[in-house]
C-alpha cells in the first residue's frame, strides 16, 4: 500500500473533457495516512453553469465567477501534486480532465494512480452501489458536503483505508498503483471566419460573452454560434 499520495476530486460542467470544464478542483497531501494539507480552487470557465451541475454541486454561476482562470490553477495544482500518484474515486475521469487542461496550459501531468471504485467492485462485489456515497453511507463516513470537490476527495482518502484495513490481507492486489493512460485530443483555436461571424451574430443580438474570443477553440465557437441561431435567429441582412 502506498504511504504518500495526492488524493483528488473535480467537479466539471459535463462528461466529456473535450468539450466541457473543470469548474473546482479539490486535494489533499497524505503522508503515513494522515492529511498534511489540501488544495482547493474553483474555477471561471467563462461560461455559465449548467442548471444541472448547480442541482447536483451547489456551485452557482456567481461562485463560478469568483474563480480563478484556469492555467493559474493548473500551475498551482500541478506544483502541489508533485511526483506523487494520485488516489480518487473513478480517477480515471478525473485525470482525463485534468490532462487535458493541463496540456492546454502547456503542462505535463503524467500520473500512477489509485482508484477506490476499481478497489470496491473487486473487493465489495455484493453492494448494489459502489459510488462514493453509497460507500460512504456502508462504512459510515460523513463528507460535509457531497459532490464539492475537496469533500468528496478526503471522503475517498478515509474509504481507501477503510477497505484497507478490511482487506489488506485477503486481497493486496487490488491496492497497488497501475499506470494512467489518456490520448489528448487536440483542440484547434477559433479560426478567423469564426471569430468574424460569431462577433457579427454578438453585435447583431447585443449578446455579451464573459470569455474572450482568442480563448474559444474551434468547436467551442461552433457551438456557440449554433445555440445563438437557435436562440436568436441569423442575421438579416
Known amino acids: 500500500m502506498i504511504d504518500e499520495y495526492i488524493v483528488l476530486d473535480v467537479e466539471t460542467t459535463g462528461l466529456h473533457p473535450e468539450k466541457d470544464k473543470i469548474l473546482e478542483i479539490g486535494a489533499a497531501k497524505v503522508q503515513g495516512q494522515k492529511v498534511c494539507v489540501t488544495y482547493q480552487a ?3 470557465t467563462g461560461f455559465p453553469v449548467p442548471e444541472r451541475i448547480t442541482e447536483l454541486t451547489g456551485i452557482t454561476d456567481m461562485m463560478r465567477k469568483s474563480g480563478r482562470a484556469l492555467k493559474e490553477v493548473m500551475e498551482e ?3 502541489f501534486c508533485g511526483e506523487l500518484p494520485i488516489v480518487g474515486h473513478n480517477v480515471p475521469f478525473d485525470y482525463r480532465f485534468l490532462k487535458q487542461s493541463a496540456a492546454a496550459c502547456g503542462l505535463p501531468f503524467e500520473k500512477e494512480m489509485l482508484d477506490t471504485l476499481k478497489i470496491a467492485r473487486k473487493v465489495l462485489p455484493e453492494l448494489p452501489s459502489r459510488g462514493l456515497e453509497a460507500l460512504c453511507t456502508y462504512y459510515g463516513i460523513h463528507p ?3 459532490h464539492r470537490a475537496l469533500d468528496d476527495a478526503l471522503a ?3 474509504l481507501l483505508w477503510k477497505m ?3 482487506f489488506s490481507v485477503k486481497a493486496p492486489e487490488e491496492f497497488g498503483l497501475s499506470k494512467l493512460n489518456y490520448t489528448i485530443k487536440k483542440q484547434s483555436p477559433i479560426t478567423k471566419s469564426q471569430k468574424g461571424y460569431l462577433n457579427d451574430l454578438l453585435k447583431y443580438h447585443k449578446i455579451e460573452l464573459e470569455i474572450q474570443l482568442e480563448d474559444l477553440t474551434k468547436s467551442e465557437a461552433s457551438r456557440i454560434i449554433d445555440k445563438i441561431i437557435l436562440q436568436h435567429g441569423k442575421i438579416q441582412r
Open 42 to 44: 474553483l474555477i471561471d
Open 77 to 79: 495544482f500541478v506544483v
Open 144 to 146: 460535509q458536503r457531497a
Open 156 to 158: 475517498t482518502h478515509e
Open 164 to 166: 484497507w484495513n478490511m
